[in-house]
């Protein structure tokens, strides 16, 4: 999942939740300290985006992540300053991160987007592995969110974001007009399909234009088909197994079977985010599937009905429990490069970090649905309610956080072509398997 459509929105603010912010602040921070000569930090973030509260109005935002460092300094003398450089656009983050590298440029602290951290910042080990150092204050951390920055059983970083989960977005008053219980089993999302039919409304559209949104399905599906999606997929990437295996191709097959019984339509080929937004808020389709970065768009658009949402169904006679793409977007990691004497004091700061009173300076403003530090408030609307119950404890790490690029467009390519007709899905995961030997036979992987 394309990390950008996860940060493009500002969440509305919530009295209470800043009230309480405000509150922690005033018991934590005094802005204007002074310190004497120590230890100075230096956070290094790819882009802009890679700071504290990146969703908040730019002078907003330096105010909260000053008001952090103070904090910290003023608990911990030894450490005389922290600076924070995270810079430029989002797309440019590997490149300025190993522009710095090759520059001897000084980083201990990088902050680490999940979609980096799991790709590139760990095969180029610009990150260490820090499993042991966190584990007296793990305990803090919400296990879901902490997944996704661990790597083959290594943690390499600490989130430090509101969570992201996916889910299907639905017209409660439609589904109520026709009686379609909720939320639905995946048998009654099929036997529903004549009564949309004759109510003149399209089951369920997708922003299918927009390609790289597809692979969202199969993060669903092969997590039913597998059982275990991540460590399959790292089996994949080793060589152990192959993308062509049967769990693989079964993935497939049950994206195929959303379409097959109607509920997927195939009209979503020629439609975009936008064109799926709009379809829904006019009550002419009845369901969108999509992440929780979503729920801003629904809040504006949405005037006619009730919305609401409900996780994606588990679908017969599949070995897997549903998973359901997401995680924390943002952390904060140690370099590999750190000088040994400073790796005290920045293990210090990322367990300042976790304090929830100190989390709740940095992630209140953004009204989490859920945050990734525990004891931070979150809203408290149903739809929240309803993704804290059922669709967040069953988040995964979004598997193209951990795909080589090639395979996430040959991914997207390929589900396009089943949900079309033109591909089955054993031509699917046979072209994904043969990108991913070209890869290799080209000698860009495993990455150098």
Known sequence: MPIQQRVTHRS?????????????????????????????????????????????APDEQKKIQ????????????????????????QTDSIQRLMTAKLASQEMDLIACPAFYTNGA???????????????????????????????????????????????IFYNVDLFQKLDIPVPPTYGDLKAAVPKFTDAGVIPLLHQGSNTVMWPMWFFETFSQASGDPVGKT??????????????DVEGFKLIKQWVDDGILSKDSL????????????????????????????????????????????????TP?????????????????????????????????LTQPEVATLYLAPEQPIAASIKGVPQVDDAYAVELRKEAFPSTIKFLDWIWPSEVATATASAIAGIVGGTTTPEEAAASIQTTFDDLKAQGNWPPK
């Open 12 to 56: 509305k603010q919530h009295p209470a939740i800043l009230a309480t912010a405000l509150l922690s602040l005033s018991l934590i921070t005094t802005p204007g300290i002074g310190h004497a000569e120590g230890i100075t930090l230096k956070v290094f973030g790819g882009s802009a985006l890679d700071q504290l509260a990146p969703r908040q």
């Open 234 to 247: 790292q089996k994949n990437l080793e060589g152990t197994a192959k993308f062509t295996d049967a769990p």
């Open 270 to 317: 020629s439609v975009d985010q936008d064109g799926m937004r709009a379809a829904f808020a006019a009550g002419k389709s009845a369901m969108y599937y999509g992440g929780t970065w979503e729920i801003p768009s629904l809040q504006s658009s949405v005037k006619d009905f009730k919305w609401g949402v409900f996780a994606f169904p588990k679908m017969d006679g």
């Open 121 to 167: 910042y760990v095969r180029r080990k610009l990150v260490m592995p820090i499993t042991d150092k966190i584990k007296p204050f793990q305990d803090r951390i919400d296990a879901a969110a902490l997944g996704a920055f661990t790597v083959s059983g290594q943690v390499y970083g600490v989130p430090i974001s509101t969570l992201s989960t996916s889910t």
């Open 320 to 352: 897997g429990a549903p998973g359901h793409g997401g995680g924390a977007d943002n952390g904060i990691c140690v370099a590999s490069s750190i000088p040994p004497e400073k790796l005290d004091a920045a293990i210090k700061f990322i367990e300042y």
């Open 66 to 89: 000053q008001q952090v460092i103070d904090g910290f300094l003023k608990a911990n003398p030894d450490v005389s300053k922290v600076e924070w450089d995270a810079q430029g656009p």
